[in-house]
Each structure stands twice: as C-alpha cells, then as structure tokens.
C-alpha cells in the first residue's frame, strides 16, 4: 500500500525556518518525481516544486524560488521542503504527492508573530 | 508564469452530465500538458482522478472521464451522484513547473 506521510509543520515566527519531511512506503521510491503542494485554509491547491528519481532536477514556483529547496534521501524514502524566510502568506497546509497521483494527509504550517 | 483558468463554479442535477473546462493563458492545452484532475471534498485532502488527459486510477469511478475539447482539458462527470459535490482543480505541466486551476465548486442539486 502506498503511503505518505508528512510532518514537520507547525508555528514559526516571519523570517523564520522550517523543515517539512515526507516519509513514503509501498513503492519503489527512486522511480518517482515527488511534488510539494499547499493549500491556503479556504483556498484553492497550489503547486510548488517537484523533484526528480534521483534529485537531479528540480522546479519551483516562481514566488517560492530561492526561499524553499525541496530535496530527497532515497536512502530513507523521503522528501524534503526546507522553506526560509517565512511570511504570514506561507500559512498553510502542506502536501506531498508522488508524482500526481498519491498524496499524504498534509501538514499545517502557521507563520505568525 | 502561467495562469490556468477553471469556471468558479457550476451546479448539475442528480443523473446529469456536466463537463469542468481547464485553460492556459499560453494556449491551447495539448497532450504535451500532462493534464491532471482532482477532487477534493470540505474537510478533507484532494484525491487524483485523471492522469496524462484522460487515464483513470483504479479507484476513479467510470463516470468520470478527461478529454481535450476545444483547446482546453476538460473533466466530464455522467450520471452525477451526490457524493460528487467537491471542488474540483486541474493541473497542468507548464515545461517544468506546474500550475494548478483556480478550481471549480461543483453543486449537485
């Protein structure tokens, strides 16, 4: 069964730094593009960087571009979003998703002073 | 980077078809777009119903179905159910990254 399972969220001052982390299982992890994904409370869904089998390409949104760096340990079945210098608009869920057709449950990011 | 339109919402009628569309402000959507659909019920994570145009997972229900109509991609639902009341958002491969529709809110009623 193929599972995703995110975590790493929670409360973070602006310009702060967070790491979200996604664990996988059930399928051969290298084979598979891995894609961020966040969700505004009452919003609608929006892209924001993916990343190749074994890490060596990657793309961004254009307003996230030089803040978060997404990244994989195929090693460890995981995915990675490291976001810096976070602002209040960051607030949101975010999800993992392989490729675009699994996603995990998400995990809630609040920027907040 | 580019803008992907959805119709903001669109009611049906138990038993009834109704057709989402999904456009790009570069163009005629084709194949090489990579359209995907998914839904996504209040209160809870999005699930994936159409890959690559029109390919369906194994849990998509037959009533759903994706195509290519008149340069967009499009989402057909046939013999609507109430349980399909969900937004619904596509996604599109803009050459690298990839762009979500603002999304359609579906009424059944």
């Known amino acids: 069964e193929v599972q995703l399972v995110e975590s790493g969220g929670g409360l973070v001052q602006p310009g702060g730094s967070l790491r979200l982390s996604c664990a996988t299982s059930g399928f051969t992890f290298s084979d598979f593009w891995m894609t961020w994904v966040r969700q505004v409370p009452g919003k609608g869904l929006e892209w924001l960087a993916n990343?190749?089998?074994?890490?060596?390409?990657?793309y961004y949104m254009d307003s996230v571009k030089g803040r978060f760096t997404i990244s994989r340990d195929n090693a460890k079945n995981s995915v990675y979003l490291q976001m810096n210098s976070l602002r209040v608009e960051d607030t949101a869920v975010y999800y993992c998703m392989r490729n675009v057709d699994y996603w995990g449950q998400g995990t809630l990011l609040t920027v907040s002073s | 980077q580019t803008v992907v339109t959805q119709e903001p919402s669109l009611t049906v009628s138990p038993g009834g078809t109704v057709t989402l569309t999904c456009a790009s402000s570069?163009?005629?959507?084709?194949?090489?777009?990579?359209p995907s659909w998914f839904q996504q019920k209040p209160g809870q994570g999005p699930t994936s119903l159409i890959h690559y145009t029109s390919n369906k997972y194994s849990w998509t229900p037959a009533r759903f179905s994706g195509s290519l109509l008149g340069g967009k991609a499009a989402l057909t639902l046939s013999g609507v159910q109430p349980e399909d009341e969900a937004e619904y958002y596509c996604?599109?491969?803009?050459?690298?990254?990839?762009?979500f529709g603002g999304g359609t809110k579906l009424t059944v009623l």
């Open positions: 996604l599109l491969d803009d050459g690298g990254p990839w762009v």
């Open positions: 570069a163009g005629a959507v084709t194949s090489d777009y990579h």
């Open positions: 990343i190749n089998g074994d890490g060596s390409v990657n």
